[in-house]
């Protein structure tokens, strides 16, 4: 692969990945709002989860953290013995973490348990690999195994 075109891969990838972010960040409060009937903002504030509110107000940060990643890949790229195949397979799978993390915090209200009059709802591992049919395990898995395989592979035969 020439590194124009892992360049090329990069870049589109932080671009879809930051613009999903972000909208998602701008239309889950609305969400919210609207699934809860939720009349104010502190309302929102109320039922919104802290780490999914922060999240939706601070999408920006997840869209940064992908665009940081590409613009280092790519500038890795540029070095003249860059393992490109390798490189591109972790920053792809570093991108994906930040993603999965967002859809995580986003995602949070779904991965907790049922609240009592003791303490509010908390994170349950059960709830976390019943969640959508165990999307987050599986797809956190499928994201984490070709940048292990990237960082621990010897050198590229075909770079």
């Given at each position: 692969m020439s590194t124009r075109?892992?360049?090329?891969?990069?870049?589109?990838?932080t671009v879809v990945s930051s613009y999903i972010?972000?909208?998602?960040g701008y239309v889950l409060p609305k969400f919210f709002a609207r699934a809860y009937g939720a009349q104010s903002a502190s309302d929102l504030d109320i039922l919104i989860p802290p780490i999914t509110r922060f999240a939706a107000?601070?999408?920006?940060?997840?869209?940064?953290?992908?665009?940081?990643?590409?613009?280092?890949?790519v500038i890795l790229l540029q070095r003249p013995h860059a393992r490109v195949h390798q490189l591109v397979a972790v920053a792809l799978s570093a991108q994906a973490?930040?993603?999965?993390?967002?859809?995580?915090?986003y995602c949070f209200a779904g991965l907790t348990g049922s609240m009592s009059l003791h303490h509010s709802s908390e994170f349950e591992f059960g709830q976390f690999f019943?969640?959508?049919?165990?999307?987050?395990?599986?797809?956190?898995?499928?994201?984490?195994?070709?940048?292990?395989?990237?960082?621990?592979?010897p050198n590229d035969r075909n770079a």
């Open positions: 075109l892992a360049s090329l891969v990069l870049a589109a990838s972010v972000l909208l998602i107000r601070h999408a920006w940060a997840f869209a940064l953290s992908a665009a940081v990643i590409c613009i280092v890949a973490l930040v993603v999965w993390f967002a859809m995580f915090c019943q969640f959508a049919f165990g999307v987050f395990p599986v797809t956190l898995c499928a994201i984490v195994a070709p940048g292990l395989t990237a960082l621990l592979s």
